[in-house]
């Protein structure tokens, strides 16, 4: 009777995912189809998908989550125990290293506090061995830890040579300015968690030589373009003011001595205006903020009028944001979705072209985004 009464519910489930909710969104090039994957995930942040389909999703109380193809959802265990939830943080964001296919190894990001309730972005390497990570390893730790739960980053972007860790000033805005510490930059190691040779600061004494590039507020999105040569990296500003950048070694990106951005409330200058010699300026900046969060390049047959451009999530507006580039500048912006499915917190390409989303929300939901007949 028992075993009878599961494969039932087995049953059941299965049916439940192959009716996913459907929408038809028309948009300036295609007209798109959401279809609601799955939902109930706890504040999703991070997702990435693996070569046999399957996705890892992480969540932001501490859990890693793999989603097969036909719905089921399975716990991954090993992760970090001293996930930090408060405010921004907790278990941030996942990358497969590039020959995931032949060692399984991923990494993870995550706020993590220390024995004086201080905190700070984390990063591991880890073997995933069928649900269990394994062989797990920390090999990166922020410092110095702070107490406060704002601007961790952190989104991890993984080359065929580097692992790219972003990060956040931690509300310790002026610190930014100064890369002697980890606040407020942009972070380059090789993928065994060593740091390279090629690092602008490697040889400096007032500067840490894991830093590749600073003057960041917070960094929350980051791609990799089509061409593997160019790195575009997004980050929220105060009250106005969120950036795009092509990320350079070595370069000040200016927080927050200039932005476009004001004090919140006030509306008053925060340092020195928008702009001054030797820091860069952003590529596009929104102003009201949009909140953006997640990024991809889009290089996929399923959307050849998307190819090469910019897509990014809206956590403020709930939108699906696209930029189209032109000579390394953005020539057009279309904003997609209108908050119908809430704050959008990932967004990446699958396999098979489509488009993934995540929405952040306490019951939050894995959307795919395909071109509607």
């Not at 799955?38 to 890693?64: Q, Y």
């Not at 984390?122 to 601007?151: N, Q, Y």
């Amino acid at each position: 009777m028992r075993l009878s009464h599961s494969l039932c519910l087995v049953v059941l489930f299965l049916g439940t995912i192959g009716a996913a909710e459907a929408k038809t969104i028309n948009t300036e090039a295609v007209s798109l189809r959401v279809e609601t994957l799955k939902s109930g995930f706890s504040h999703p942040w991070g997702i990435t998908e693996l070569p046999d389909g399957d996705l890892l999703i992480t969540e932001r109380d501490g859990k890693l989550k793999r989603l097969t193809p036909n719905g089921l959802v399975v716990s991954i265990l090993g992760t970090p125990k001293n996930v930090f939830q408060e405010g921004q943080g907790g278990l941030l964001d996942i990358a497969l290293a590039p020959d995931f296919a032949t060692n399984q190894r991923l990494y993870l990001s995550y706020a993590a506090v220390d024995e004086r309730g201080q905190a700070g972005t984390e990063v591991i390497m880890a073997t995933l061995s069928k649900d269990v990570l394994i062989d797990s390893r920390v090999i990166f730790k922020a410092s110095p830890k702070r107490s406060g739960g704002r601007h961790f980053g952190s989104r991890l972007l993984a080359t065929s040579e580097h692992l790219y860790i972003t990060l956040g000033d931690r509300g310790h805005r002026d610190r930014a300015q100064f890369a002697d510490d980890h606040l407020g930059t942009l972070v380059r190691l090789n993928l065994d968690g060593t740091v390279p040779k090629s690092n602008p600061f490697l040889q400096a004494d007032d500067k840490r030589a894991e830093v590749f590039s600073f003057g960041h507020r917070n960094i929350q999105g980051i791609a990799l373009d089509n061409t593997g040569t160019r790195i575009w990296a997004h980050e929220h500003g105060p009250q106005g003011g969120d950036e795009l950048n092509v990320i350079l070694a070595g370069e000040n990106y200016g927080w927050p001595t200039i932005t476009y951005g004001v004090n919140y409330g006030l509306g008053t200058q925060i340092g020195e205006g928008t702009s001054k010699p030797g820091m860069r300026q952003p590529v596009y900046y929104w102003d009201p903020s949009i909140a953006p969060s997640g990024m991809i390049m889009v290089d996929s047959d399923r959307f050849p009028m998307w190819q090469g451009n910019l897509l990014l999530g809206s956590l403020k507006f709930g939108l699906l944001v696209r930029l189209v580039l032109e000579d390394g500048k953005v020539i057009h912006e279309e904003r997609m979705l209108d908050g119908q499915f809430g704050r959008i917190r990932d967004v990446i390409q699958a396999n098979d072209g489509s488009i993934l989303l995540l929405t952040d929300r306490s019951n939050g939901s894995l959307l795919k985004l395909t071109p509607s007949p």
